[in-house]
């Protein structure tokens, strides 16, 4: 994993080709008044070492950035904001460490919305960041509804109450889902609304967060459950955090769910995030430790098998077991290959690792003979990888043949990693060799192209205007997408 810094759901890229690099960090959650009023909550945090500063009239020196929100609901504007922020003072430009930091509320109907960000420096026309974030507010009256998981940087007692108040508490919003080997704790603040209204008011239940393996879906991480018990009443807010010193490098769901007294589940609330933490990520030492008594994986003992059963697992790998899978082409140690394909699938079934293992390899027979090609084989490509690591899609939407594009795919899954109603996009310059690439997703975690539609047409101009491109280009591949049967 990369030492980068990734924000929350959208990674904001300055678009516009004269346009020099600029930071901004987004985030946003979504929220309910106790009178069921719903609204968007966003943070926006923008270094200011990165603005110019303009001399003032005191003689020091400071920035500011304006900053644009549209809001649109089936292309028509819901809200609209535009406003200034301004830095704060300095003598020394040179060592400027403080950022600009803005937290907005806009109250929304429930329905899902396009958002258009643009941010600007002030004093420097060429610094411009566009990006577009998708969501739903989907928080109805007198309904067991939960809020976005917000990460939290840090919170303290509130003696005034501001825009950053809750329950009693000053929170300062946490502006990546990305935490560094320098954190070790993950902290969190959720609200649960109308729980008493299902269970009835005051009666008991059960709040248990935990740790999940994107991955590895359905494996929790071990030590990570905290359970506290509660009482059911119109809101339910959660602060809190987990220990993350031991957790390795990976990608992980935080899961919040509330069980009724008989331990069923009522509502469950997941937020994906990123771990980096090299001290405790996968070694030979922690392989060679695995008991291979009995194991199914003692049977393969031919290099070139184990390398090559050990490639085909790549996209059901998590990211601290990617390392050695990359690296295994350069292992001679037959045991250690067999200790880590019986630690693998034993960490995803515990009880019949083995059994795990064949139906997998089962499926990657399916995917060589139906993806693969004289280059690569099936589970190395973008479809073979997709197809193993989430399984089929429910629908595929195929164009082999078009007028005006490359040969493309849309692949739509009903549900998939925790969301509900993906797609991801596959194109070709060549159909003949079967070698599609991904070049769109909505789904979290992979690839994310806002242009992605100008990547299908046979030599298309370039096109700055979002405006121009989204008519000229972007309308019917839109609607296949939004639309793919």
């Not at 009880?351 to 995917?367: D, H, I, R, S």
Request: with cysteine; proline share 4%; glycine share 4%.
């Amino acid at each position: 994993m990369h030492k980068t810094q990734i924000t929350l759901l959208l990674i904001f890229a300055a678009l516009m080709a004269n346009c020099q690099s600029l930071t901004v960090n987004f985030n946003y959650g979504c929220f309910s008044t106790a009178e069921g009023e719903t609204y968007l909550e966003t943070y926006l945090m923008i270094p200011q070492n990165e603005l110019k500063q303009v001399k003032t009239a005191d003689g020091h020196f400071n920035s500011a950035a304006q900053v644009t929100m549209i809001f649109k609901d089936n292309n028509v504007i819901s809200d609209f904001l535009k406003y200034e922020l301004t830095g704060i003072p300095t003598s020394d430009t040179l060592n400027i460490t403080n950022n600009i930091i803005d937290q907005q509320r806009i109250f929304l109907k429930n329905s899902s919305y396009l958002l258009e960000l643009t941010i600007k420096d002030k004093n420097d026309t060429t610094k411009i960041v566009n990006g577009n974030v998708i969501f739903s507010m989907g928080l109805p009256k007198d309904v067991v509804s939960s809020s976005t998981i917000c990460f939290i940087d840090s919170y303290s007692k509130s003696e005034n109450k501001s825009m950053i108040t809750r329950g009693g508490y000053d929170m300062i919003p946490y502006f990546s889902t990305y935490f560094p080997e320098t954190r070790d704790k993950l902290t969190y603040y959720n609200e649960i609304y109308n729980i008493d209204k299902f269970l009835g008011e005051n009666t008991r239940m059960a709040i248990m967060t935990y740790i999940e393996s994107y991955e590895n879906a359905g494996h929790i991480i071990e030590g990570s459950n905290k359970i506290q018990v509660d009482y059911a009443k119109p809101v339910t807010c959660l602060l809190n955090n987990i220990n993350i010193k031991t957790l390795p490098t990976g990608n992980y769901w935080l899961v919040i769910s509330v069980l009724d007294e008989t331990g069923k589940e009522v509502i469950k609330t997941k937020k994906f995030f990123q771990r980096y933490n090299p001290e405790y990520e996968l070694s030979e030492n922690m392989i060679s430790a695995i008991n291979l008594t009995n194991s199914f994986a003692s049977k393969f003992t031919s290099v070139d098998t184990l390398r090559s059963i050990i490639h085909s697992m790549m996209p059901k790998a998590t990211l601290s077991e990617r390392p050695f899978i990359n690296k295994v082409d350069t292992v001679t140690n037959i045991e250690i290959m067999q200790q880590f394909i019986s630690m693998f699938w034993s960490e995803r079934d515990e009880l019949a690792p083995e059994q795990a293992f064949n139906n997998y390899m089962g499926e990657v027979k399916k995917v060589n003979a139906t993806y693969g090609n004289v280059f690569r084989k099936g589970y190395d490509t973008d479809r073979g990888r997709i197809y193993l690591q989430y399984g089929p899609p429910n629908h595929v939407e195929k164009n082999v043949i078009p007028a005006s594009t490359i040969p493309y795919e849309i692949w739509q899954y009903y549900e998939i990693a925790g969301q509900r109603d993906k797609r991801f996009v596959f194109a070709t310059h060549d159909a003949a060799i079967k070698d599609y690439d991904l070049v769109h997703s909505d789904v979290v975690g992979e690839l994310s192209n806002p242009k992605w539609q100008f990547d299908l047409y046979h030599n298309a101009p370039i096109i700055n205007d979002d405006t121009e491109y989204e008519e000229i280009w972007g309308q019917h591949l839109q609607r296949t997408f939004d639309n793919p049967y």
